[in-house]
């Protein structure tokens, strides 16, 4: 199981750019697939990207060109770098394992695109 903290989110207007982190617990976290994703109001969870343990990624159709999701194994941490933000990308960010993990959701961090 894994634990973890997401952070990083804030008020950012049309095409800036944000840096999502997510630190993570947990002895075998070097070996787990992990995601973001996000929550816009009234809207359900979805998976914005994952990362697999070797490093390979995929991202949403949404995203793709504009986001990058990066890990640091030492670190135990997760990246999403968001790029050319657009309000639609307005959500709570969360992240977890990929698949995810009911027992690892965290608290999320809010992103807001707006002028």
């Known amino acids: 199981q894994v634990q973890v903290v997401e952070s990083g989110g804030g008020l950012v207007q049309p095409g800036g750019s944000l840096r999502l982190s997510c630190e993570a617990s947990g002895s075998f976290f070097r070996l787990v697939a992990m995601g973001w994703y996000r929550q816009a109001p009234g809207k359900q969870r979805d998976l914005v990207a994952n990362?697999?343990?070797?490093?390979?990624?995929n991202y949403a159709d949404s995203v793709k060109g504009r986001f990058i999701i990066s890990r640091d194994n030492v670190k135990k941490t997760v990246y999403l770098q968001m790029n050319s933000l657009k309000p639609e990308d307005t959500a709570v960010y969360y992240c977890?394992?990929?698949?995810?993990?009911?027992?690892?959701w965290g608290q999320g961090t809010l992103v807001t695109v707006s002028s």
């Open positions: 977890n394992l990929y698949p995810s993990n009911v027992n690892s």
């Open positions: 990362i697999n343990p070797g490093g390979s990624t």
